[in-house]
DNA sequence: CCCGATTCCTGTAGGC
DNA sequence: TGCCTACAGGAATCGG
């Protein structure tokens, strides 16, 4: 499931082959995506050069002369660049065909993906509008999470998953840093300290750009089919490790449920 | 505003 | 071996 590391490897994995190509056609062969995909998409790009693609939270933006195509890939979504000719498989939904004889080919058998397309500045578009900081850029600090914090009572881990709050932290990556800022996941957002949630902003940033540093050395095959993403190489301390002993103290992992999500941490060695 | 629950979808794993 | 169910997950949306 692309989280934030995993969207900037595609990011870099694609740039270099679609950057300055004139779009020859879209093919749609599923519409029904996370949001319907527009019927008017082919028309509208067609003989269109994309002038460059960017990244917002895990949304891809491809910046074309006519206005932007929105991507996101959802949580089983891949995109890769492909010669136009090889034959689609199953949950193959789009092609993006370019000029170079490339296409962008996007996959996503669970269809919480989207593609959709905006002539105005994406930043004021819908799903773009409200969101919060990237958590990689100066403005995503601990000073900046314990401000928002003041007075709620929801469970920190939910806290830190909110988009509207910080933007490409997704389960996996909040379970970890919260074991990294030794912070008790379920602890209402609004009882953690300014010190820890300095130790919680440094923790994000630094799985995060360890991700992404481990995703980045598979990026020389990225037209290959094997974009693995970046955390299947990391080692992931708590999540998926229920009864297993803590990497710190030994103590079994915990695992309970948080928002509907599944939640690991160690009972001794986070508060 | 705040917060918890529900929803979309399909592949996989576990129980029997 | 096969059927059935539960679960995984991002994020919008709904209801209290």
Redesign the pocket.
């Known amino acids: ?1 692309p ?1 934030l590391p995993e969207v900037e490897t595609t990011l870099r994995g694609i740039a270099p082959w679609v950057c300055g190509q004139r779009i020859t056609s879209i093919v749609v062969r599923q519409r ?1 995506l ?1 949001y319907p995909v527009p019927r008017t998409l082919a028309a509208t790009l067609d003989g269109t050069r994309i002038e460059s693609v960017t990244r917002r ?3 891809l933006l491809l910046h074309t002369q006519r206005g932007t195509l929105i991507l ?1 890939l ?3 979504g891949s995109l890769r660049v492909l010669d136009a000719e090889v034959p689609v498989q ?2 193959d939904h789009i092609d993006i065909v370019l000029d170079n004889g490339k296409c962008l080919r996007l996959r996503d ?4 993906g989207a593609l959709l397309w905006t002539s105005a500045d994406p930043a004021r578009h ?2 773009l509008r409200d969101l919060g900081p990237e958590p990689l850029s100066a403005a995503f600090s601990g000073e900046y999470l314990c401000e928002h914090a003041r ?5 920190v881990k ?1 806290y830190i ?1 909110d ?1 509207r709050i910080v ?2 932290i ?3 990556y909040a379970n970890e840093a919260l074991f990294l800022a030794g912070i008790r996941p379920q602890r209402a ?2 009882r953690v300290s300014l010190q820890r949630y300095q130790q919680l902003a440094s923790a994000i940033k630094a799985v995060l750009n360890q991700a992404i540093a481990e995703g980045g050395t598979t990026l020389r095959d990225f037209t290959a089919s094997d974009g693995r993403p970046g955390y299947f190489r990391i080692r992931l301390n708590v ?2 490790r229920a009864g297993e002993p803590c990497p710190n103290c030994g103590e079994p992992i915990s695992q309970m ?1 948080l ?4 939640t690991f941490y160690c009972k001794r060695c986070q508060r």
Do not use: C, W
């Open positions: 499931m989280e029904q996370r939270a895990k949304y996101h959802g949580m089983s199953k949950h058998p669970r269809r919480f819908r799903l007075g709620r009572r929801v469970a939910t998953m988009s933007v490409g997704g389960n996996i957002a609004g999540y998926d449920r928002g509907q999500r599944s």
